[in-house]
């Protein structure tokens, strides 16, 4: 496989424009509600809170520009479903898939309204089974794709999800910024959060100057921690990724490629991918080379396109197309992901004075949710959350994870002797 890897700048962000970044803050500001985080859950957060709240001050804050973060790093994939979550019950299963169900409409919605066209998609998504035993369970229930019909190496069958759909978040937040803009919402970017310091009115020291609000959104996943908040609760882990060059409908079809946007397998380090609006593949995981976690929990985002990531992608997406041996990558990336310890996400609001917001955990499973978070944080600012009530996100108490040294030692040993991910059951 050759060609030119476009050192860590995403797929996404190489099919947009430069981003034309909103001012800097560069003096003390006081306002109502300050959102940290101008990925999908901040900008969500800002839109929804701006939509119910024409008189409230509301100002975004980002480190870099929207998007920089997972948001405009990720797999494309809108998915329903909550990553740790098994529902038990047909009640249980019919809530999960309608509150993720508003994720996935929120992405049309927002994308129609604002965004190029192209950058939401809605054809449906593949879950791959790689058992036989899965495969003939799954066919059993629901819609099922036979194995015959993929291109996928070693899999026994699929399920399609019709209503799951492809979303370019960086297109998307790209578009928002002028729109909340024009809405009101003081945006921020290239400024970056050094502190924060809770308490009736709350204090946030920035690189250009001081915040002073009356609540705050946490919007920042998997920097979270490195803010003081989650530091048990949170594993940031970085995912890598890569795509192709644009292939041609001929190549699609030689690869058994439906008009799916995307699927992935059922393993634990999953594989996964999607056609992007430029007809390129995405693809990422397969393995635990795919990820990496850096002593401390650090977040940087930095990649290496001849490192032993790289190589693995390479050799996981010849050994789940092959006929992509010989294509070129044009793209290669690395975002990061908050992993909590059972994989469950956490939407709520806690403090002393009940006014830090969050919204983070998703586990590699976030589009929906995060968009989805926008409104769940709105009805908890309106002290309604009975909506969300029954959801296991809802005030969702984090596991702990030992601190280090301890927790990276114990990532590399299991990862390395298991070729899984720790986890445990809440």
């Known amino acids: 496989m050759r060609g030119r890897s476009d050192e860590n700048r995403s797929v996404w962000a190489a099919g947009n424009a430069a981003p034309q970044p909103a001012a800097s803050l560069a003096r003390a500001i006081t306002t109502d509600i300050a959102v940290i985080g101008g990925g999908l859950t901040g900008v969500s957060t800002a839109w929804h809170l701006r939509e119910r709240h024409p008189e409230l001050g509301i100002a975004l804050l980002e480190a870099r520009v929207l998007g920089h973060g997972a948001s405009g790093r990720n797999g494309g994939q809108v998915l329903h479903g909550i990553n740790g979550v098994i529902p038990t019950t047909p009640e249980a299963l019919r809530r999960v898939h309608e509150a993720t169900q508003l994720g996935i409409d929120l992405a049309e919605e927002l994308a129609a309204r604002f965004a190029p066209s192209g950058t939401f998609r809605r054809r449906g998504s593949l879950e791959v089974y790689t058992s036989q035993e899965r495969a003939e369970r799954a066919h059993a229930r629901v819609e099922f794709v036979d194995a015959g019909r993929l291109g996928v190496a070693n899999a026994c069958g699929a399920v399609l999800d019709p209503r799951a759909g492809r979303l370019d978040a960086f297109a998307l937040l790209q578009a928002m910024r002028p729109a909340l803009a024009r809405a009101g919402v003081d945006v921020y970017e290239n400024t970056a959060v050094r502190r924060v310091r809770p308490g009736a009115e709350i204090a946030i020291e920035t690189t250009g100057g001081e915040v002073h609000a009356r609540a705050v959104v946490l ?56 056609r992007t609006p430029r007809s390129q593949l995405l693809f990422g995981g397969g393995g635990n080379a795919a990820y990496a976690y850096r002593f401390g929990g650090r977040a940087t985002i930095d990649v290496d396109p001849a490192d032993a990531a790289t190589r693995f992608l390479r050799g996981a997406l010849r050994r789940h197309f092959p006929p992509l041996a010989e294509t070129p990558i044009a793209h290669r990336w690395s975002g990061p992901l908050a992993i909590t310890l059972d994989r469950v996400c956490s939407i709520g609001v806690a403090g002393e004075h009940r006014n830090v917001y969050h919204a983070l955990g998703y586990s590699g499973h976030g589009i929906a949710l995060a968009l989805l978070a926008g409104r769940v944080l709105a009805d908890l600012h309106d002290d309604h959350p009975e909506p969300w009530r029954d959801l296991p996100f809802f005030g969702k108490r984090l596991l702990p994870m030992p601190p280090e040294p301890l927790r990276w030692i114990g990532y590399q040993l299991f990862t390395r002797a298991t070729g899984r991910s720790p986890r445990r059951r809440a």
């Open 219 to 274: 919007a920042t996943n998997a920097y979270t921690p490195s803010l003081g908040f989650f530091r048990a609760g949170i594993l940031p882990l970085h995912s890598h990724v890569l795509a192709t060059a644009p292939l041609p409908d001929e190549t699609w079809r030689r690869i058994g490629w439906g008009d799916w946007d995307g699927f992935s397998d059922d393993l634990d380090r999953i594989a996964y991918g999607c």
